[in-house]
């Protein structure tokens, strides 16, 4: 799985030296991307997770048309409705790929679970993450926990979130 | 001219060579020449790379680099154009850093015309 966490700070900043307290945090905790031969561009997918104080969960994904990441379209689309997500067209590779990556989406939220443990602390009473800020896999506001295109998210970094978290 | 290199590919990827090529002339067109070469001749089992020719391009007025990264990255694979003029090449070698990076070569530099 190659995941990235987008830190969101408290509003009070640091808390030591040692570690740092975060409300919310965004998952880039998948990225797919196929070629499609009639209009020869790539598109890429990509399953966003939220996570905000008190656990709430949301999740959507990115659609990325094209390989230029600074003029593709980004779409979006969330588990509560499809009211961002429009395709211009749709191929079965397309739709065996989102059906796919549904079924992952899943999968991966029991996976986050698990590995996240080792880099992050969530305390119920209050509601944040805790993450210790010496870590070298913590960089400009992301920690990385495997393999993600970084040029990627450079892009995606500030792209709509359509819940209302600390974004 | 340009090179472009694709490497490597293990003895039992020729599928993977084969969508390589038809990828590459899907998007550029087609090549003036393809070869392929093994890292070592005398081993059967050998690891090889794909070299694709183009004449009309140089490192400077190719504009498909976003769409080489992207399938580069999917197959992890390393991707470099060499440019038979100048002598110079950029490379994206994935899994290392997620861009590309140029690089003077010396005239020994091996990529077949």
Known sequence: MNTLIQLARNESG????????????????????IFDKETKIFIHFLVVIGYSGGGCQEECFYKINGSNFEKSTIQ????????FYQFSFKNQNIVELETEMSQFDRQIQGE??????KYLLYDDGIGYF?????NP??????????????RILKNLKNVYWPFSTHW | MITIDFNSFGSEQ????????????????PSEKVTILKDDENDPESSFS???????????????????????????????????????????????????????MDNNAIYPK
């Open chain 2, 14 to 29: 020729d599928e993977l060579k084969e969508s390589c090529i038809e990828f590459i002339q899907d998007i550029l067109g």
């Open chain 1, 130 to 134: 805790f993450f210790d800020n010496r």
């Open chain 2, 50 to 104: 794909v070299y694709i020719n183009y004449s009309k391009f140089t490192l400077n007025n190719f504009s498909f680099y976003d769409e080489l990264m992207d399938f580069a990255r999917e197959n992890e694979l390393y991707v470099i154009l060499y440019d038979h003029n100048t002598k110079s090449r950029k490379g994206y070698w994935y899994g290392e850093e997620d861009d590309w990076i140029e690089q003077e």
């Open chain 1, 112 to 117: 986050f679970i698990e590995s996240i443990n």
């Open chain 1, 14 to 33: 640091s808390s030591s030296p040692l570690d740092s307290s975060i409300l919310s945090l965004r998952i880039f905790s998948l990225h797919k991307c």
């Open chain 1, 137 to 150: 896999n913590v960089n400009s506001g992301f920690l990385k926990t495997g393999k993600f295109p970084i």
């Open chain 1, 76 to 83: 979006i689309s969330t588990s509560a409705g499809d009211s």
